[in-house]
C-alpha cells in the first residue's frame, strides 16, 4: 500500500512538492486554506527577473498536480495536529480526520500589512499602495490614481517591514528591492511619461540577472534611485502625498510631492503558519519563520520527525528557489518513509 | 559599678555608629545649598519638626505604606523596627526603675537581665518581664518571616528579592543573630534563676533541665553583643544606613528640599535611605514582562552607594514611574536615574561612604557653541497671529491619522488656529533630555519657544505627551498649554464641538508622560465617557501599565520592548473592548502592532463622533513645490 503525504499549503511550494511526491508514488493529501490554489502567484503580473507572465508558472504547476494520487481540499484549515506513534492525525475544521505518513509544511508568507508603519500613511492617505495592489493595477492594465488620474511622479519606498527593528523585522526580505525595479520598469512601460523614483537603503540585486535589470531600470528608463529612508507622508490640500526623506549619498533631507506612493511590502511568515506552529509544536525563530533542523544541510528537516519544510515558510525567497526546496523536502520525505514502517 | 567585659564589643559599636550619624549630617548639612540650609534651619523650629515626628514614627517605625502594599512584607518591616523601638523604649525605662541607679549607661538597659539576674519574680516586676517578653517575641515573629523571605521570597508575598553584597551578607547575618542570641542569653540566665516570663522563663527551666544553664549563659550574651557591634559597626556600608538616612530624609522632604537636575546632599540622603525592600522590582515592568532584574531603583541606588559604573543601569529604564508611585521611602527615583544620566560615564560626582569626606566635586565647563543653528533648512515660518497653536509633534506626524482627526476637531471647534509644525518641525527635546543632554536640548527649546512667541497666541495644544510634558517643565512660554485631550474637553465644555454617542465600548490606557508624568488623568476619560461605552481596568491612572515604547529606555531590545507591549495590550483588552483607547501616538503605535484590538487616540475617536456643520478652515494651507530632484 503506498503512503500518505499530506501537504499543508498549494502556493509554489506546495503545488511543487505535491506533484513530485505523486510522481514518486505516493498519495498526497494538499490542504489550501483558500479556495483557488496558486497562493501569492494569483497577484502577481509579471515574474522578475525575465518577466514573463506568472500564469505560465501557475499553468506548469496545475499540470504537474493534474493527478489522480493528488487530492485537492481547498477551502480547508487545520485544527488539531498531533503524532501518534509514527502516524500524524489531522483534523480539519469541518471535523475530518486525515492519518498521513508524513507532513509538507509549506504555509508560506503573507505580505506585510502596510498599515503597521502607519507614517508612511497607508489607509489614510488614498494614494499610498502596495506593491501587490500595484501588480493588480498591471494586471488590468490600469495605473491610476484614486479619482481616475493619471499619476506623473509616482515614489516606491523599498524595506518596508524588512529590515525594520521598530515593527521586530530584523531581516531583509530579499526580493522587494527587484520587484521595486521591475515594477519601476512597467510603470515606465505602461506610462511613459511619468517619473519614478526609488527610495532604498541598499539595492540588494544577489539574484541572477538581478543586476542587469538593475541597470536597465537606470540606463533604459531613467527611475531615479536615491539612498535613504523615506520617514513619513503626508497630503497636500490638493490630494497630492508629500514624502520627508534624507538623501543620504547627497547628505541633506529632501521633501518631495509625489502623485502615488508605492510600498514595497516586505515578507511575513503567514498568519496560517503561525496557526500550525502553535498547534502542532514546531519550532519558530526569532524572526517567527519555522526554524530547521540545520541551516546549511538540513533546511527541510523541522523538529518533529516525519514533518518537513517546504518554501518560503522558512525563509523569504523567489519562485526559482522555493521551487528547489519543495524539491528537496520531497526527497527528504523519500528518505523518511523507506525507514518507516 | 555593674561591668563585665563582654559589653566592650557593643559598646564600641553604639559609640561609633552615634558618633558616625552626627559626623555624616553634618557633612550632609554642609553640602546643602544655602537656600536649602535655610529651609532646614526655618523647619527645625517650625511645623516641619514635628510633621517629620509623626511621619517618622508611621513610615519608619510602623512603616504604614509598606503595610498597605503588602501587608505580611509591612509585618516584618515594623515587628523589626517598632518591636526593637519598643524594646529599647522599655528597656531604657526598666533599667531606670528597677536598677541600682538611674541614668544607666546605655548598655545596663541592653544586657539589664545579665546584671539584674534576680530581677522579675514578682508583681510589677513581672508584669513588665511578660512586657518585654512580648516585644521580643513580636521581634522574633518578623525575624522568622525575614528569614524565610531570604530563602523563598514568596513567604511575604513578594516575587523577587534583592540580591545582596557581602557586606550586607555580614550585617543581614549579625542582625539575625542579634535577637535569637538575646532571647538564648535570657533564657539560660533565667533558667539559672528559676524566672523570666512566659518566653524566656520557660524556654529557659527547658534548657536548664538538660543543660548546664550557668555556664551557658555567658558566651549567648557575649555572643548578644558581638552581634550587635557587629551589626553597628558594619552599618554605614551596608543597606541598613537607610535606617539614620531615612530619619533625616523624611525632616529634609518636610522641609521642602526637592531633588532638582543635580547631584547633591539631598540625592545622596535619598540614596541611602533605600531599604532594598525590593517593592520598585515587583512593579517595574521590565523585570516581570521582559526579565530584566538587575536595573531596579533598588540596585541603581545600591549601585550609586558603592560608585559603581552605573551607566548601564541608569540608561535601562522605561522612565514609566511605577517605581516612583509604589517606593514606600518615597525616594524621587526617577529623577535620580535622570541625574545619572545627565552625570554620564565620565564624571564620577558622586562617591561612596568611604570617601565621601573627600568628595571631589567636578565642574561641568559649558562647551562653546559656534553660534550657528543646525535648523537652518527648516523653511522660516511667519508670523501669523492666532489665538491656538496646534504642535502636532514629531510622533504625531509618524501617525497621520492623529494629525488629520486633530485638523478635523481644531476646524469644527472654530478657534482661530495654525498648525505650527504642519510643514516639518524641531523635535520638542524631550528625547535628548531624556538622553540627559540637557544642552543640546536647550538649542531645540530655543527655537520652539521663538517660533510660539512670535505667533502671539495664548494657548498652545499638542498631540503628544512627551512634548506636552516639556512644554510644561522646560519651557517658559508664558502661555497656556494643553495636551489634546484637555482642549476637546474645555470645548466641549464650551458647547462648540456637537458629538454623537458611538456605543462602542472603550478601554484606556493612560500614557505614562501624560498620566503619573504630568498628572493628566480625568480629561481624557471625561472625553470618552463623552462618547463611548469607557469600562475600567485594573490598570487605571496611577497605576498604568508602560506601552514598553517608551523613548527613555535607551537600552531595551526591539524584542523585549515587543513582549512588554503584548503582555500591556493583553491586560487591558481583557474585557474585550472593541476599541483600545490612548492619547499619546507613541502608545497607539507601540500597542497597536501588539494586539488585534483596534488602538486608537482619543483624538481618532472624537473625529469619529463629530458632527460636523460647516468647514471652517482658518490655516493657510502653504502647497509647497516639489523640490530639486522632482525635476531631474
Redesign the interface.
Known sequence: MSKHVVVIGAGVAGLEAAGRLSKAGFYVSLLEKEVKTGGHLNDWYKLFPDRRNSSEVKHYLDKLTLNDGIKILSGTTIEKFSKRKSHFSIITDKGNEIIADAVVVATGFDLFKSA?K??Y?YG??DNVITSAELEGMFRNDKIALCNGKIPG?IGIVHCVGSRD????N?YCSKLCCVTAVKQAIEICEHLPES?V?CFYMDMRMGGAHYEELYREAQEKWGV?F?RGKV????????NRL?I?VE?TLAG???????DMLVLMAGMEMSDGGKKIAGISGLNTG?NRFFSAADPHYGSNISNIKGVFYAGTCTAPMNITETISHARAAVSEVMDYLKDVN | MQFDPFVIPFNIGLYFILFYVVFRCVIWFRGLSRPDKLRLQRGFFGNAFVLSLKEIFLESLLHKKILKTNIRLGYMHMSLAFGWFLLIFFGTIEADIFGTKHLNAPYKAIFFRYFNPEHGRMGFEAAYGFLMDLILAFILSGLILAISKRFYSRVVGMKKTTKLKLSDKIALTSLWLIFPSRLLAESFTSGTYGNGSFLTGTLGSWLASFLPAQQMAYPFWLLYSLSLGTFFVLLPVTRYMHIPAELFLIFMRNCGIKTGDKSGTYTEVQTYSCSSCGICIDACQLNFSAGITNIQPAYLMKAIRNNDDVSEIANNCLLCGRCDQKCPVGIELSPIRMIQRRVGDNENVFTNIYKGYFRKRLHNIPEKSNGQLSYN?LPVTDPEKVDVLYFAGCMT?????IK?SMVKILDASGVKYKFIDEQ?GVCCGRPLMLAGMDKEARELINYNSQLFWKSGAHTLVTSCPICYKVFKESYYLGVEVLHHSQFIKSQIEEGSLKMNFLRKKVVYHTPCDLGRGSGVYDEPRFVLKHVSRLEKSKFDDENSLCCGGSLANLKLS??KK?KIAQDTAAELTKGNPEILATACPLCK?TL??ATETRVADISEIVAEALIVTSVKRNIN?Q????????N?
Request: aromatic share 6%; glycine share 8%.
Open positions: 503597521r502607519e507614517e500613511g489614510i492617505y511622479a527593528e521598530k515593527v521586530g530584523l517619473k523614483f531615479n536615491i520617514s513619513e507622508a503626508g497630503e497636500t490640500i490638493n508629500v520627508k538623501d541633506r533631507p529632501l521633501k518631495m510631492e509625489l526569532e | 533648512f506626524h509618524l501617525t497621520p491619522s488629520n516639518g526591539s524584542g515587543y503605535k497597536s502592532s494651507k502647497v509647497s513645490s516639489i523640490r530639486e530632484l522632482a531631474i
